[in-house]
């Protein structure tokens, strides 16, 4: 097999629209390619991928790597596409199996040892992945893909009720779960202690009239960087 599509989103305002990671490996000079409308931190992540499949024993393959970001029109920003992008390499390669890629969305920044770092956007990915279920299968009981995404994130993806979040620390345990024989070497989904409940915070609702402050501090809220 020589070409993997895995499934990821981006962000764009309060929305994360689906994006397709094709990885395909061809013959020629060994490089890697990024195309669909990346910018420089997405173009970046090929140096990270790189470092970090071999930090983790893996094989980069001597080949020429081209990853297309589709669709091709919508900007795609940030370290979020890394962890698709290294498993699309692998599973181009056969190093694991790409068939159970498919139930799966996938997001993560990977540091150059292969641990999988926090990623923005967590909360609008995982309600986006859920509403396309809802849109595009009429029948209850169809299945819903799960989310993969790093440990930091599982709390505020986990927020959209019956989201299938399954945290991870590392690359090496993402591939562990896909090539494991057994449910013990498998991520577990993740489960929220009532102490992860979220706080009860003062509601504007309760607010009576001062429609021009609640708008303002609304758009004061909107501005401020996620962390």
């Known amino acids: 097999m020589s070409l993997a599509v895995l499934r990821s989103r981006a962000l764009s305002g309060m929305d994360a629209p689906a994006v397709s990671v094709e990885v395909n490996l061809a013959n020629g000079l060994p490089c890697m390619h990024i195309v669909g409308l990346a910018d420089a931190e997405v173009r970046e992540s090929k140096d ?21 970001l589709a669709p091709a029109e919508l900007p795609k920003e940030s370290g979020r596409f890394d962890l698709p992008i290294a498993l699309g390499i692998l599973a181009a390669s ?12 996938f997001a993560g920044e990977l540091s150059l040892s292969g641990e999988l ?13 859920l509403r396309c279920r809802s849109r595009d299968n009429a029948r209850d009981d169809a299945p819903a893909r799960a989310f993969v995404l790093p440990a930091a994130n599982a709390g505020e993806a986990a927020l959209v009720t019956d989201a299938a979040v399954y945290p991870a620390r590392s690359l090496l345990e993402v591939c562990a779960h896909f090539a494991a024989r057994d449910d013990a070497a498998r991520l577990a989904r993740y489960r929220p202690e009532p102490s992860d409940a979220p706080p009860v915070y003062p509601d504007f609702a309760d607010v009576k009239g001062q429609q021009q402050v609640k708008r303002a501090l609304e758009v004061a809220a909107a501005c401020i960087p996620s962390s």
């Open 48 to 68: 990270r991928v790189r470092a970090a499949l071999q930090n983790s024993g893996f094989e980069v393959p001597s080949r020429r790597i081209t990853i297309n």
């Open 94 to 105: 056969e190093q694991i199996p790409a068939a159970a890629l498919d139930g799966y969305e």
């Open 117 to 129: 770092r926090p990623v923005r956007g967590a909360l609008a990915m995982s309600f986006a992945m």
